[in-house]
């Protein structure tokens, strides 16, 4: 199957920095890409979709000058966590969508820690 | 707007076949029908998916109905390993919605 790699894995940083998640399809093209959050014992929350060569579409509540993405190749999108906060520490997964399939490969998940 | 409903929880013995329902009432004609489970702090994982006919797989089966309105995921011999957070989407355009999933005990 299809394989999504995330980067870090996990990152613990101090309030008001910023965070850089990267997210990769490595063996297939993901025209489309999915920026999920999820906290501890609830279901996958989405925050956007994004699109190749395209401005992002957010999901309603989320900011999209908190949260920055950018899909710059069929292989890369990059979501920016600005000023963090404690509140902002969560899990967050990408996910590709592998043409013609139309199934969703996810990246392992990165989990975020402010302090 | 599309909403799948699950049992919260499902307990099964290892060994044994595991039917986990879904309920879609809100499909429509070519809308996709995925199944996706979760172990602790890993990624979803990929399980099946179907359109209108029964599907296989090296992991499960999927039995849709008729009227395409629930189906079913069918693990045919449990193990431990499938213990995990099994969720159904509703597959749309671009839209994937996560609800919150069955969550499966698969005990010794």
């Known amino acids: 199957g299809a394989v999504v790699s995330q980067h870090p894995s996990w990152v613990i940083c101090k309030s008001g920095t910023s965070v850089k998640i990267e997210c990769r399809s490595l063996d297939f093209q993901a025209t489309t890409m999915f920026w999920y959050r999820q906290f501890p014992k609830q279901s996958l929350m989405l925050m956007a979709t994004s699109n190749e060569g395209s401005k992002a579409t957010y999901e309603q509540g989320v900011e999209k000058d908190k949260f920055l993405i950018n899909h710059a190749s069929l292989t890369l999108s990059t979501l920016t966590v600005t000023s963090a906060h404690p509140e902002d520490s969560s899990f967050y997964i990408c996910?590709?969508?592998?043409?013609?399939?139309?199934?969703?490969?996810f990246g392992p998940g990165t989990r975020l820690l402010v302090l | 707007d599309a909403k799948t409903t699950q049992p919260n929880s499902m307990e099964s013995n290892e060994e044994e076949p595991v039917h986990l329902p879904c309920n879609h009432s809100?499909?429509?004609?070519?809308?996709?029908i995925h199944w996706y489970r979760q172990l602790p702090s890993q990624g979803p994982e990929y399980v099946i998916h179907g359109l209108t006919s029964n599907v296989n797989n090296r992991m499960a089966s999927l039995a849709i109905a008729e009227d395409r309105k629930s189906s079913t995921l069918i693990l045919h011999r449990a193990t431990l390993r499938d213990a995990a957070v099994y969720y159904c989407i509703h597959h749309y355009g671009q839209n994937f919605v996560f609800g919150p999933g069955t969550r499966l005990s698969v005990l010794p």
């Open positions: 996910s590709g969508i592998g043409h013609p399939e139309e199934t969703q490969y």
């Open positions: 809100t499909i429509s004609g070519t809308d996709y």
